[in-house]
């Protein structure tokens, strides 16, 4: 989910050590001659000390602003780690309400900074909210569950087939088993079954505990984990008042008891739901049913979420979360894990300002999977001015891949992360589809081929233009920060991933993107990228007729609050 990053800087831009001499590795690549690098030193060397008229860096911080001439060109603009670096995003989206009607939860998956105690606690609540939602899922449908899926349920994979392993519980198409047809489940006991372990294998699994809701005293492979008879609160129940609270607060019923739900709970009814959730949702224990209509009174409560929360498609059960550091970048030090206790000691103990500025992003649980791989899209873009606002989209982009197949069971990055910077490292999965590359990319002419040949050709637009409002919206959260220097111009690379339901999610977006021929798909995209960015930023500007290659003309609006420095 990370950027490309090759650079040891805290953006998040896919610069390359500030250079751009790293070879390509696609078939074809010939580098150039001793004479033809002679000759570009000789030409560097003649124009060392000239007046540039037009600045291309891959380093931002090469630029001084304070001196730059008002006829100079410069790909960069100040300020642009507003929404380039994984903190800046996170807060300044949060403003987006101010500046038209958009809501970044319809595109950007929720997001906290680790180093705000404010936030670390909104995490801390989501979680547990998220955790209630995911024990009524695993309660009213799953692998095991009957004859339907919780509400909103849909194949990860584009094809519709199987994207991973059934024992996900919510991560993949479920694989019927030869004893699930609709007699034989009619006829099974009325209880919740998900997958599960032994009790063997819940005593090996150190990060298993189980509360005082539960009783281990005669469990065994048939035996379901039973209520103690002196306990308080059935996790189901208790799953079901916190999401009762939830939609009572989203429906204006509950506006004057913020922090009701947590006060209703104690500190140790939290850590008992949590532990309880771990047991359901990860290692799939059984649960009877607290009472006979529960089970539709958990799908109603879930049909409810559904329409009220726009971020519902993208969990599946496990609660998995993406920490990045904001002091890092090429994915390192990015994990992505399941569990509350593990994301806070994460975070415990750091010492200077720099490493402090932790974020934590839901992880996309549902991903829309390409024979059973996970993918993100590349989206390029450019900013020409900020006073008017004006964005040019590109209309061609490329998919990356990861090697190995998809499963919410191992958190590697590896089968997670889809930034090249990790998967050139990584061999590919000998076990996956053909179909697929083996350099892991994809242009967008191609995945338009794939949709096309699974009768899905009409969701291009549909992405397309949902990435197209995404950028719109963020970059509207961001115009009265951005300095707007007229003769500035900058590229971006946006990354999004797509849900089950086709809609385009924005991660993160990326300064200074990487434009080397890593590919013969970005071979040829980058090369072509490059060229009609020349046209829009220097053909157009002589004539407004003039051709902008694959840019499109997205968005143009004047700030309202004009602040054009006239650099």
């Known amino acids: ?10 953006d998040d831009d896919d610069d390359v050590d500030g250079t751009c001499n790293s070879p390509p590795r696609f078939p074809g690549y010939e580098p150039m001659t001793e004479v033809e690098t002679e000759e570009w030193g000789m030409l560097s060397r003649a124009v060392k000390y ?15 602003f304070k001196f730059l001439q008002k006829d100079q060109y410069v790909n960069h603009f100040r300020e642009g780690q507003a929404f380039t670096t994984k903190v800046g995003i996170c807060k300044n989206l949060r403003q987006l309400s101010s500046f038209c009607q958009q809501n970044p939860d319809d595109f950007f998956p929720r997001c906290y900074i680790l180093s705000s105690e404010e936030e670390r606690a909104e995490f801390i609540d989501n979680y547990r909210l998220t955790a209630a939602i995911s024990i009524l899922k695993s309660y009213c449908g799953g692998a095991n569950k009957r004859d339907r899926q919780w509400p909103g349920y849909l194949p990860t994979d584009a094809a519709g087939e199987d994207g991973g392993t059934a024992s996900d519980a919510g991560s993949s198409t479920v694989t019927t088993s030869p004893d699930t047809s609709p007699e034989t489940r009619r006829r099974r006991p009325r209880r919740v079954r998900i997958r599960r372990r032994t009790k063997a294998s819940l005593k090996s699994t150190s990060r298993t505990s189980l509360d005082s809701n539960f009783s281990t005293t005669s469990l065994s492979d048939s035996t379901p984990l039973r209520k103690r008879p002196h306990s308080t ?12 609270l939830y939609l009572m607060e989203k429906e204006h019923e509950f506006l004057d008891h913020e922090g009701e739900c947590n006060e209703l709970f104690t500190d140790e009814q939290w850590s008992n739901l949590i532990s309880q959730f771990y047991l359901i949702c990860h290692d799939h224990a059984i649960i009877d049913y607290p ?7 958990g799908f109603r409560l879930l049909e409810r979420l559904k329409e009220v929360m726009p971020q519902y498609n993208l969990d599946g059960v496990r609660n998995v979360w993406i920490v990045k550091p904001g002091a890092k970048s090429r994915g390192r030090g990015i994990f992505c894990v399941d569990r509350l206790d593990k994301i806070l000691s994460m975070v415990e103990g750091i010492s200077t300002l720099k490493e402090s500025k932790w974020v934590v992003q839901k ?12 993918f993100d899209i590349r989206q390029w873009f450019l900013v020409t001015d900020w006073n008017p606002m004006v964005l040019w989209f590109y209309k061609s982009s490329y998919l990356r891949f990861c090697g190995q197949h998809f ?6 990055p590896s089968i997670h992360l889809a930034n090249n910077a990790i998967q050139r490292h990584l061999e590919v999965d000998s076990g996956r589809s053909s179909e697929l590359p083996d350099d892991n990319m994809w242009s967008s002419d191609q995945f338009q081929d794939h949709l096309k040949s699974i009768g899905k050709a009409d969701k291009w637009a549909t992405i397309y233009q949902g990435m197209k409002d995404a950028i719109i919206g963020t970059l509207l959260s961001m115009q009265d920060i951005v300095d707007s220097r007229k003769h500035s111009f900058e590229l971006f690379g946006a990354d999004f991933m797509l849900t089950t339901d086709y809609c385009p999610w924005l991660i993160e977006i990326n300064c200074s ?35 902008t290659g694959d840019f499109e003309l997205a968005f143009k609006r004047v700030s309202d609050c004009s602040k054009d420095y006239g650099h």
Request: glycine residues 4%.
């Open 233 to 244: 609160i059935h996790p189901v129940m208790m799953a079901c008042k916190i999401c009762e």
């Open 1 to 10: 989910d990370d950027d490309d990053d090759d650079d040891n800087d805290d």
């Open 363 to 374: 992880y996309i649980e549902r991903p829309l999977l390409i024979h059973g791989t996970k």
């Open 407 to 412: 499963t919410l069971k191992n958190l590697s």
């Open 50 to 64: 000239a007046h540039p008229h037009f600045i291309w860096s891959m380093m931002k911080d090469d630029i001084d």
């Open 291 to 297: 009472s006979g209509d529960v089970e539709e009174k």
């Open 513 to 547: 993107p990487a434009l080397s021929a890593s590919t013969q798909v970005t071979g040829r995209l980058c090369a072509a990228v490059i060229e009609d960015t020349m046209k829009v930023v220097l053909d157009r500007r002589r004539s407004k007729k003039a051709d």
